[in-house]
């Protein structure tokens, strides 16, 4: 079996983007996967201050959540990640995030963390942004050697008041489509 992990990047408890993240999470277990969802607004996550303090001892400096959410990043055999668009981007939480797995896996890690795991992205608009919050997720996750499957287009919803991604039937089949491709792609990988 594989595991799957969902990185919420929402604000929002119980809203559109993590409706939308069950919903593809749920299409991977169906596929056979095991699935945890993360939501980051749960996890105390400090901005980077690229000292270079991991390219130096291989430890993080800084004592928040990060080391136990990049654990699960790792130990996954393949990733999620949903973020709104706020004001055409990311959400802070998920900012923080990306930018320090990004210079910890660079400096510590010698960008290996990640080699060949399969990921998505997923956004959640009420109007714009969808594009660029798909985007700016999915430079991340090539940028960090993880292997981006195909699907037939972008998986986003569309949603501005709670529960308003749940009427979106087209956008949840791709969210859906995303959780079968990266569960699929990687019991492929690990056969």
């Given at each position: ?53 991991c390219q130096a001892t291989g430890a993080c400096r800084l ?42 896996n660079i400096m510590a890690l010698n960008r290996s963390a ?34 981006v499957p195909g699907i037939a287009s972008i998986p986003n ?35």
């Amino acid at each position: 079996m594989v595991k799957v992990l969902g990185l919420m990047g929402s604000p929002r408890i119980d809203g559109n983007i993590e409706a939308s993240l069950r919903e593809s999470l749920k299409a991977a277990e169906e596929a056979g996967a095991d699935t945890e969802m993360v939501r980051l607004i749960e996890k105390r996550l400090e901005t980077c201050y690229g000292c270079k303090a991991c390219q130096a001892t291989g430890a993080c400096r800084l004592d928040d959540d990060f080391i136990e959410v990049f654990d699960k990043l790792r130990a996954a055999d393949a990733v999620i990640i949903a973020s709104p668009s706020y004001s055409e981007s990311i959400t802070a939480p998920l900012k923080a995030l990306m930018d320090r797995a990004a210079y910890y896996n660079i400096m510590a890690l010698n960008r290996s963390a990640f080699t060949g795991k399969p990921g998505g992205a997923i956004a959640v608009t009420a109007r714009t942004g969808a594009a660029t919050v798909w985007s700016q997720v999915i430079i991340f996750l090539l940028s960090h050697r993880f292997i981006v499957p195909g699907i037939a287009s972008i998986p986003n919803t569309v949603g501005t008041e709670k529960g308003d991604v749940l009427n979106d039937a087209e956008g949840l089949e791709k969210v859906r489509e995303l959780g079968r491709a990266v569960t699929e792609l990687a019991m492929k990988l690990k056969a």
